[in-house]
């Protein structure tokens, strides 16, 4: 279950985000094919105002969303490394159990399979999330960014987000 509840997780914040940055992407063009209709005379000046007031309200939009996303991208990340850190805790002390024959070759067999499932789920969602904010890295920003560490205030995780953190560190 927990498993589908994180790949559930990644799966959304990764369909919210890459709409966003398409959303984007589309927005930039709608600008600059704006500025080449006002460029060769083919609207006037006071359309070409409105509409580029409006196209850049909608592009300021989307990049606070974009960089909502990109902070609760970041602190999902920081999670699941504190997350990974217990798992591994965890792992090693199946290991020490079997070693010192604790516990049984069975039992040893599916707890450590099932920490390690974890840990290589865990390991993929931090890829793909790293993935993702190198991509954003990666583009110009046209404009100013604010990230989250200049924040004031941390990025409020949603109710989903703070019920999955909860029920993964009781692991």
Same mark, same amino acid.
């Given at each position: 279950m927990k498993v589908f509840f994180g790949c559930l997780m990644l799966s959304l914040w990764k369909y919210a985000f890459e709409l966003a940055s398409k959303d984007l992407e589309l927005l930039h063009r709608k600008k600059q094919a704006l500025d080449e209709l006002f460029s060769s005379g083919r609207i006037s000046q006071p359309t070409? &105002?409105?509409?580029s007031r409006e196209i850049g309200e909608a592009i300021t939009d989307v990049e606070k969303?974009?960089?909502?996303i990109t902070c609760k991208m970041k602190d999902r990340m920081e999670s699941l490394e504190k997350q990974m850190s217990i798992l591994e805790?965890?792992?090693?002390?199946?290991?020490?159990l079997h070693a010192t024959g604790e516990i049984d070759e069975e039992t040893y067999e599916k707890q450590s399979k099932a920490l390690s499932i974890g840990l290589e789920s865990m390991r993929n969602e931090i890829k &793909?999330?790293?993935?993702?904010?190198?991509g954003v890295a990666r583009k110009p920003a046209e404009t100013t960014v604010?990230?989250?560490e200049e924040k004031t205030e941390p990025c409020e995780a949603s109710a989903e987000e703070k019920t999955a953190e909860t029920s993964s560190e009781i692991v």
């Open positions: 070409y &105002e409105h509409l969303y974009l960089e909502s805790i965890f792992l090693a002390n199946v290991e020490i &793909e999330i790293k993935n993702a904010l190198e604010t990230t989250c």
